[in-house]
Nanobody, 116 residues
C-alpha cells in the first residue's frame, strides 16, 4: 500500500531553516504530483507548495521566495527547504501525493515550531 513518511520537523528560532523530507513507497512516485500542506491550530489545512510530475512548481504567496520544493524520483522523496522561518509558519506539515486518475494520499504529518 502507499505510504508517505515525513521527517525533518522540529523547533527552530525565527529566521532559521529546516528541511522536510517525505519518503514515498508503494507507488510509482514519478507519476504523482507531490505537495506540502500545513495546518496550524484552529485553522484549515492549506497548500504550501506543490511540484508536479513534470517538475513544475507552485507556492503559496506567504512562502514564495522563502521555501523551495524539490523531488528526487530515484529516491522517491520530496523535500521542502524552508528558510527565513517566521512564527506564523508554525504548523503540522503534511506530505500529499496526488494522481488524478487514482486519487490522493497523505502522510502522518510533522510538527514545525518557530519560536524564540
Amino acid at each position: 500500500q502507499v505510504q508517505l513518511v515525513e521527517s525533518g520537523g522540529g523547533l527552530v528560532q525565527p529566521g532559521g531553516s529546516l528541511r522536510l523530507s517525505c519518503a514515498a513507497s508503494g507507488m510509482i512516485f514519478g507519476t504523482y504530483d507531490m505537495g506540502w500542506y500545513r495546518q496550524a491550530p484552529g485553522k484549515q489545512r492549506e497548500l504550501v507548495a506543490r511540484i508536479f510530475s513534470d517538475f513544475v512548481t507552485t507556492y503559496a504567496i506567504s512562502v514564495k521566495g522563502r521555501f523551495t520544493i524539490s523531488r528526487d524520483n530515484v529516491k522517491n522523496t520530496v523535500f521542502l527547504q524552508m528558510n527565513s522561518l517566521k512564527p506564523e509558519d508554525t504548523a503540522v506539515y503534511y506530505c500529499n501525493a496526488n494522481r488524478v486518475t487514482i486519487g490522493e494520499y497523505w502522510g502522518q504529518g510533522t510538527q514545525v515550531t518557530v519560536s524564540s
